[in-house]
């Protein structure tokens, strides 16, 4: 009886780390595809997931501004923000449910990085990020990955694209 607990437990954490690995995944493609690819124009960026098959649910707001957010599959969310006066514009995946936020942001960016081949850089607490961030600069504008600390929960993890 024992070892069938045992494997059962064992198949159990496995299983678990397997989603979470294919959360982080996800997260870090949606984020390649919809943010980055689009190379800084944010309108493209709001298309792309307006026409999305992934991401639906759109809501707008703002007068002066533009605000759009989208809700995505398996806790991965998005908004695009343009022309606020209280932040910079941004392209950014939400990711809830996140194990371990710090390290994950700091895996998360390390990935991009390097796939950018841009050099690491850690960024200093800003806006909703208390504990700072990770990611890159480049000629596109800055990749900050960072656990959110101003938030209802300390599971979210932001992918932000600030173009220049």
């Known amino acids: 009886?024992?070892?069938?607990?045992?494997?059962?437990?064992?198949?159990?954490?496995?299983?678990?780390?397997?989603?979470?690995?294919?959360?982080?995944?996800?997260?870090?493609?949606?984020?390649?595809?919809?943010?980055?690819?689009?190379g800084g124009k944010l309108e493209k960026s709001i298309g792309l997931f307006s026409n999305s098959d992934t991401f639906g649910n759109e809501r707008s707001m703002g007068s002066d501004f533009t605000y759009v957010s989208y809700t995505g599959p398996?806790?991965?969310?998005?908004?695009?923000?343009?022309g606020a006066s209280f932040t910079d514009d941004k392209c950014t995946i939400i990711m809830t449910g996140v194990d371990e936020p710090m390290a994950q942001s700091e895996a998360l960016a390390?990935?991009?990085?390097?796939?950018?081949?841009?050099?690491?850089?850690?960024?200093?607490?800003?806006?909703?990020?208390?504990?700072?961030?990770?990611?890159?600069?480049?000629?596109?504008?800055?990749?900050?990955?960072?656990?959110?600390t101003t938030g209802i929960s300390d599971d979210i993890v932001h992918l932000s694209f600030y173009p220049n």
């Open 1 to 38: 009886m024992k070892p069938i607990v045992i494997v059962t437990g064992l198949l159990a954490c496995f299983t678990t780390a397997a989603f979470a690995q294919d959360h982080m995944d996800s997260g870090l493609a949606y984020f390649q595809d919809y943010c980055l690819k689009p």
């Open 74 to 82: 398996d806790g991965i969310n998005a908004s695009v923000l343009i």
């Open 110 to 148: 390390a990935t991009l990085t390097e796939t950018a081949g841009a050099e690491f850089m850690e960024w200093e607490a800003f806006e909703d990020y208390g504990n700072g961030g990770f990611g890159y600069r480049d000629a596109q504008g800055d990749v900050v990955v960072a656990p959110v």
